[in-house]
């Protein structure tokens, strides 16, 4: 993959694309409050294998989902192609409930990539963008088939590393005509061991100090 730079961080930048179709966009949300801050006040044509798919999974009063998460590489594969339908169809074969995804780039093309696949998909979207490149956003995303209650971008940026974040949604899961609240927390963890050690601390004790919910 073409290499990496790292550009001023634009820390968070909300998603609001301009209205092309009936996408079902990420919302104007009300924020979860971060209890941390409130006490401080690969192939050409990509295929399922190159996401982690994880198998169904149970919490109290819901029925079987399934997750995955995807690293897409900005939809662009070995051949140097820029293809977001590639990355549909990955999708369709998951045929998972909630999909965390990595290196989303939109705004860059013609295309926009999350627009793209959530029009392909049919799933809500929520994104979680860390930075910029070139004209283009970057960062996380999340499609869910469940309605988003409330999101919170959390910034686990290292001093003198990359900007990163993670997503922090609550979804309103629906089984057997009950709905059930259940917390999904998406993200890209840095690349030296120490930044990741730093982020991942940071996540355990958000999730540690927030109201206790079913998680992922």
Same mark, same amino acid.
């Given at each position: 993959?073409? %290499?990496?730079?790292?550009? &001023?961080?634009?820390? &968070?930048?909300?998603?609001?694309?301009?209205?092309? =179709?009936?996408?079902?966009?990420? &919302? *104007?949300?009300? &924020?979860?409050?971060?209890?941390?801050?409130?006490?401080? =006040?690969?192939?050409?044509?990509? *295929?399922?294998? #190159?996401?982690?798919?994880?198998?169904?999974?149970? $919490?109290?009063?819901? %029925?079987?989902?399934?997750?995955?998460?995807?690293?897409?590489?900005? /939809? +662009?594969?070995?051949?140097?192609?820029?293809?977001?339908?590639?990355?549909? /169809?990955?999708?369709?074969?998951?045929? /998972?409930?909630?999909? %965390?995804?990595?290196?989303?780039?939109?705004?860059?093309?013609?295309?926009?990539?999350?627009?793209?696949?959530?029009?392909?998909?049919?799933?809500?979207? +929520?994104?979680?963008? $860390?930075? +910029?490149?070139?004209?283009?956003?970057?960062?996380? !995303?999340?499609?869910?088939?469940? !309605?988003? #209650?409330?999101?919170? #971008?959390? *910034?686990?940026?290292?001093?003198?590393?990359?900007?990163?974040?993670?997503? *922090?949604?609550?979804?309103?899961?629906?089984?057997?005509?009950?709905?059930?609240?259940?917390? +999904?927390?998406? $993200?890209?963890? =840095?690349?030296?061991?120490g930044e990741r050690r730093h982020q991942v601390q940071q996540l355990l004790n958000y999730i540690a100090a927030a109201p206790p919910l079913p998680t992922i």
């Amino acid at each position: 993959w073409p %290499a990496r730079g790292v550009l &001023p961080p634009r820390w &968070p930048r909300p998603f609001h694309p301009a209205g092309r =179709g009936k996408m079902r966009m990420q &919302p *104007d949300l009300p &924020p979860l409050v971060n209890p941390a801050q409130a006490a401080d =006040g690969q192939c050409s044509v990509p *295929d399922a294998s #190159q996401a982690l798919h994880c198998g169904p999974v149970r $919490t109290p009063g819901l %029925a079987r989902m399934t997750v995955a998460s995807y690293n897409i590489h900005r /939809a +662009v594969g070995t051949d140097r192609r820029y293809r977001p339908d590639r990355i549909a /169809a990955v999708l369709e074969e998951l045929s /998972a409930d909630i999909v %965390a995804l990595q290196e989303v780039e939109s705004g860059s093309s013609n295309v926009h990539t999350l627009e793209y696949l959530a029009g392909h998909t049919g799933m809500h979207v +929520v994104s979680g963008f $860390t930075r +910029v490149r070139g004209n283009a956003d970057f960062g996380n !995303a999340l499609l869910t088939r469940f !309605a988003p #209650q409330a999101v919170n #971008q959390i *910034d686990l940026t290292v001093k003198g590393c990359e900007a990163r974040g993670a997503i *922090d949604v609550t979804l309103a899961c629906t089984a057997s005509g009950h709905i059930s609240a259940l917390r +999904v927390i998406a $993200t890209h963890l =840095g690349l030296r061991p120490g930044e990741r050690r730093h982020q991942v601390q940071q996540l355990l004790n958000y999730i540690a100090a927030a109201p206790p919910l079913p998680t992922i």
